[in-house]
């Protein structure tokens, strides 16, 4: 079950910083942010992370993640790969993993490894996506980058 999530999360976020649109969306300091895998790249922590459905949203971190999965890292990088490392309080077996990683701009789809997510939002400190999980389920995550 970690493993399917994991992949699954991975793939979420990687789907995320391949998406983007024409729309560019704004920081917090009102700064636009385009979605390019050059703007995506960084390290970026789980905030939140909720079911979506007919009667609204409804919160889904712990039942998602694992407590020692909250303070992991996945990093972005520019040249297109990522690390997903397994941080602080370490899982067992622990779930650091690597890959390739890249966004499809027109679509707004992030792609990890071969999963992928729509890209809700990009705040160039928040990254927001959606994914199916593998019984159906909308999920909606928020990243915050580090």
């Known amino acids: 079950m970690r ?3 994991f992949a699954l999360t991975t793939l979420f976020i990687v789907s995320s910083l391949f998406t983007g649109c024409k729309k ?6 009102g ?3 385009e979605i390019s895998v050059a703007a995506l790249a960084g390290k970026y922590k789980i905030v939140a992370a909720s079911y979506v459905g007919a009667a609204g949203e409804r919160d889904a971190l712990h039942d998602i993640y694992d ?6 890292i996945n990093e972005l990088r ?3 790969t990522f690390i997903y490392t397994d941080a ?4 067992d077996p622990s779930g650091s993993t690597s ?4 966004v499809n701009v027109g679509s707004r789809m992030l792609i990890l490894n071969s999963g992928t997510s729509t890209i809700l939002s990009f705040t160039c400190k928040e990254l927001v996506v959606t994914y199916r999980g593998g019984d159906g389920s ?3 995550e928020t990243y915050r980058k580090q």
Do not use: H
């Open 88 to 91: 602080g309080k370490i899982c």
């Open 24 to 29: 560019k969306e704004l920081d917090d300091t």
């Open 78 to 80: 520019a040249d297109g």
């Open 99 to 102: 890959g390739t990683w890249d």
């Open 67 to 72: 407590d020692c999965e909250l303070d992991d």
């Open 3 to 5: 493993s399917l999530f």
């Open 31 to 33: 700064e636009e942010c």
């Open 138 to 140: 909308l999920i909606k």
